[in-house]
Each structure stands twice: as C-alpha cells, then as structure tokens.
C-alpha cells in the first residue's frame, strides 16, 4: 500500500493526521520490539541473557585455567551488577542458569550436570547460595506505579 492510498482510506474514515500523530504512529510501525514488551519482563530477560553470555564466555576463558574452581565465587560480582541494574529476579534466573553452565561447561566432567571435584562443587554451592543472597538484598529498589496518587488522597 503506498502514501496516497494509505492517506485516501484514513480521510474516509475521518482519520485527521496530525504533525503530532503521524500514520506510521497509528500502524505502530515505528515502534521497536522490546518497546512492545512490559519493562519487568524486559528488564529479566536483559540480566539474564547478559549473566547467560557472561558465563559462557568465563567458561571459555577460563576453561583451562588453573583458577578454574574460584570462577564462580568471582562470578558473584557478575550476579551483583546484574541485581543492582536489571533486579532480583534477573539476578535469581542468572544465579540458577549461571550454576547449571559453569557444571556443564567448565568443572569435570563436561557435559554433565555431575562435578567430581568436591572444591569445584562447594564453590558451586556457595556461588548459588550467595546469588541468592545477593539477588534478593542488593537488588535496585522496586518503584510502584501509584506512589504519586497515595500521597494525593491524604
């Protein structure tokens, strides 16, 4: 469909087009994808892709590293930027998925959720346990919507 068209059908429907209501606003086609989506699940989808690739790339870099055991324990300043900016929730699924990638990907044997080495596996377990605690005591303040209204009606 081109301008005239688009322009013709609107004017029959006494659409009246504004400079400040653009047809590309009425179409929403100017819209970016991520706009479309609510800012929570944005924001956890963000911090956990972000913890996700992280990750994987300590996995890579220090795969064949000798201080392969305190990645994770040094991961937790990853899980900590990552509750401050995007909050706990992101930073809960990233604790969660960042735990079963370094299993997988870095301690003995790869491949598989078992980690044979029992150093590997407590800082594993403490990685887990102080993302958690992280997530859920650092995270940015949560804003409510109505904030503004309940100071109105007293």
Not at 14 to 20: D, E, N, R
Not at 48 to 60: D, E, H, N, S
């Amino acid at each position: 469909m081109n301008v005239e068209a688009f322009l013709f059908c609107c004017n029959r429907r006494k659409l009246i087009l504004t400079p400040q209501k653009k047809a590309s606003d009425l179409l929403g086609i100017n819209k970016q994808p991520l706009e479309r989506i609510p800012s929570p699940v944005r924001d956890t989808a963000s911090g956990t892709i972000w913890a996700t690739g992280l990750a994987v790339f300590f996995c890579l870099l220090f795969g064949e590293s000798e201080y392969k055991a305190g990645v994770p324990i040094a991961f937790l300043v990853v899980l900590l930027m990552i509750a401050r900016r995007y909050g706990s929730t992101a930073a809960n699924f990233a604790t969660l998925i960042s735990a079963v990638i370094f299993a997988e990907l870095l301690f003995a044997p790869l491949r598989s959720a078992v980690v044979d080495d029992i150093g590997e596996r407590a800082n594993l377990g403490w990685m887990v346990l102080g993302g958690l605690v992280i997530s859920n005591f650092f995270a940015r303040p949560k804003t409510s919507r109505n904030s503004g209204r309940d100071n109105d009606k007293q």
